[in-house]
């Protein structure tokens, strides 16, 4: 894929409704994408069904919610959830008396993880207790899910897992000089990748974000002949990154943030996709434009092409509405502070020397440098200064329209979607906002 495949236009479903079935495969977690989409599910009528991915006990066992977290789980979600924990990740899974890659790299220390090493067949044990504990969950879940679809439904499957970070102690540290660092606090996302507990961290994110997904479908294979052979139909969702098209200047350009270290597992998430296309199956991973949410605040300046996207509400026709936003974006501002000098920093910011190495779509995800980390991570920090409040900012404000959008243009595309990888860039995303907030 040498380039983005984009969603251009608002699909008009009709596949999905009232006696059709929603299963959210991952758990609904605070503020995130995946609360666009339930709302689009439950606007339409349909039933909502859950998944959870269980709690860990003190000795690290597993175990399905308890009587009062399912209560507050299911009204959550306003729908059943299924108890069966679906932790996904090996990270905790060893063979029975093996240590577990946690404890593997429990005693690596700022000064030594560098060159600390890891049995990579004993890893190899621990991945493959990990996929036999997740395929046995997927499998007793399946079986109770279809005894809660009725015959001739509809079934819409989205996959919402992702992340993976092995929970090293050393990590924090890491990741704050990988992810936030710059001048003598900068580190290179090469030197993560290349060490042991990177290529670890690697592997754990591919199990988490990628292979669930083939998970979920080989699992529901029997289900789905059954669904199909009544009638039904059957689609699988995704939520991916790789990018998004913002309007830089006064065109729409692929920009992306780096160093997204996820981003191999999100690739490895749009090739079973395709993988699955190619057997008839409709599943489509969405590309989605960045946004700020609990896991994505590691990673600062990802919010950064977010600002464009007031931009693309006048240039994609969203009328009074856009215009509240903007308004509504200046009231969040200190005094001293002009949105329109905001935009145009970022505009140059986006056409910069430094940015443009990075708008290299074939290469992606590239590496950190310390430019990048200097220019994104001082421009993101003196943006947020701007604001009256850090804890109320536009960002904040734009993410949840992000949501908004995402919904309806995942709901609708995957009723006759167009392919299995598919990017909803600003354009789309604003006219979407366009019809949601007609007057």
């Given at each position: 894929?040498?380039?983005?495949v984009s969603?251009?236009t608002l699909?008009?479903?009709s596949?999905?409704?009232?006696g059709?079935?929603?299963?959210l495969?991952?758990?609904?977690?605070?503020r995130?994408?995946?609360?666009?989409?339930?709302?689009a599910?439950?606007?339409a009528?349909?039933?909502?069904?859950?998944m959870t991915?269980g709690?860990?006990?003190?000795?690290?066992?597993?175990?399905?919610?308890d009587?009062?977290e399912?209560?507050t789980a299911?009204?959550?979600?306003?729908?059943?959830i299924?108890?069966?924990?679906?932790m996904?990740?090996?990270?905790l899974?060893?063979?029975?008396?093996?240590?577990?890659?946690?404890?593997?790299?429990s005693?690596?220390?700022?000064?030594?993880?560098q060159?600390?090493?890891?049995?990579w067949?004993?890893?190899?044990?621990?991945?493959?207790?990990g996929t036999?504990r997740?395929?046995?969950?997927?499998a007793?879940?399946?079986?109770q899910?279809?005894?809660?679809?009725p015959p001739?439904?509809?079934?819409?499957f989205?996959?919402?897992?992702?992340?993976?970070?092995?929970?090293a102690?050393?990590?924090l540290?890491?990741a704050?000089?990988?992810?936030?660092?710059?001048?003598?606090?900068?580190?290179s996302?090469?030197?993560?990748?290349?060490?042991d507990?990177?290529?670890?961290n690697?592997?754990?994110?591919?199990?988490?974000t990628?292979?669930?997904?083939?998970?979920?479908?080989?699992?529901s294979?029997a289900l789905?002949?059954?669904?199909?052979q009544?009638g039904g139909?059957?689609?699988?969702?995704?939520?991916?990154?790789?990018?998004?098209?913002i309007?830089?200047?006064?065109?729409?350009?692929w920009q992306?943030?780096?160093?997204?270290?996820?981003?191999?597992a999100k690739?490895?998430?749009?090739?079973?996709?395709?993988?699955a296309w190619?057997k008839?199956?409709?599943?489509t991973?969405?590309n989605?434009?960045?946004?700020?949410?609990n896991?994505?605040?590691i990673?600062?300046?990802?919010e950064l092409?977010?600002?464009?996207?007031?931009?693309?509400?006048?240039?994609?026709?969203c009328?009074a509405?856009?215009?509240a936003?903007?308004?509504a974006?200046?009231?969040?501002l200190?005094?001293?502070?002009?949105?329109?000098?905001?935009?145009?920093?970022l505009?140059a910011?986006?056409?910069?020397t430094?940015?443009?190495t990075?708008?290299?779509?074939?290469?992606w995800p590239?590496?950190?440098?310390?430019e990048?980390?200097?220019l994104?991570?001082g421009?993101a920090?003196?943006?947020?200064?701007?604001h009256?409040?850090r804890?109320?900012?536009?960002?904040?404000?734009?993410?949840?329209q992000v949501?908004?959008?995402t919904g309806p243009?995942?709901?609708?595309?995957?009723?006759a979607?167009?392919?299995?990888?598919?990017?909803?860039?600003?354009d789309?995303?604003?006219?979407?906002?366009?019809?949601l907030?007609?007057?």
């Amino acid at each position: 894929m040498s380039a983005p495949v984009s969603l251009r236009t608002l699909s008009r479903q009709s596949l999905f409704g009232k006696g059709d079935v929603f299963v959210l495969f991952g758990e609904l977690f605070g503020r995130g994408y995946a609360n666009g989409l339930v709302a689009a599910a439950r606007a339409a009528g349909m039933t909502l069904v859950g998944m959870t991915v269980g709690r860990r006990e003190a000795d690290g066992s597993l175990r399905p919610l308890d009587a009062g977290e399912l209560v507050t789980a299911e009204a959550n979600l306003g729908g059943h959830i299924i108890n069966v924990p679906l932790m996904a990740g090996f990270d905790l899974d060893a063979p029975a008396g093996a240590a577990t890659p946690t404890e593997m790299v429990s005693a690596m220390t700022i000064k030594s993880w560098q060159n600390d090493k890891l049995d990579w067949t004993k890893i190899a044990a621990c991945r493959e207790a990990g996929t036999i504990r997740f395929r046995n969950a997927v499998a007793e879940a399946m079986r109770q899910l279809d005894a809660l679809i009725p015959p001739g439904a509809n079934v819409f499957f989205a996959h919402t897992m992702a992340g993976g970070l092995v929970k090293a102690k050393v990590f924090l540290a890491i990741a704050n000089r990988v992810y936030k660092g710059r001048g003598e606090r900068f580190m290179s996302s090469r030197t993560l990748l290349d060490s042991d507990l990177g290529k670890l961290n690697l592997m754990n994110f591919e199990e988490v974000t990628a292979n669930t997904f083939a998970h979920l479908i080989d699992g529901s294979t029997a289900l789905r002949a059954r669904v199909e052979q009544a009638g039904g139909q059957v689609r699988y969702t995704a939520y991916g990154y790789h990018g998004t098209e913002i309007l830089i200047g006064n065109n729409y350009q692929w920009q992306t943030y780096t160093n997204y270290t996820q981003g191999y597992a999100k690739k490895r998430l749009e090739a079973i996709a395709g993988e699955a296309w190619q057997k008839g199956i409709k599943a489509t991973v969405f590309n989605c434009p960045e946004i700020r949410t609990n896991s994505s605040d590691i990673f600062v300046g990802v919010e950064l092409s977010l600002f464009p996207l007031l931009a693309a509400y006048r240039r994609e026709g969203c009328g009074a509405w856009g215009e509240a936003q903007w308004n509504a974006c200046r009231a969040l501002l200190a005094d001293s502070a002009q949105l329109d000098d905001i935009l145009a920093r970022l505009d140059a910011y986006n056409t910069s020397t430094v940015m443009r190495t990075f708008h290299d779509f074939d290469a992606w995800p590239m590496d950190n440098t310390p430019e990048l980390a200097e220019l994104m991570i001082g421009t993101a920090d003196s943006i947020t200064a701007l604001h009256k409040d850090r804890h109320a900012l536009i960002t904040d404000l734009l993410s949840a329209q992000v949501i908004e959008a995402t919904g309806p243009l995942i709901f609708n595309e995957a009723a006759a979607p167009g392919g299995p990888v598919l990017w909803l860039n600003h354009d789309v995303i604003a006219r979407q906002l366009a019809v949601l907030h007609a007057r």
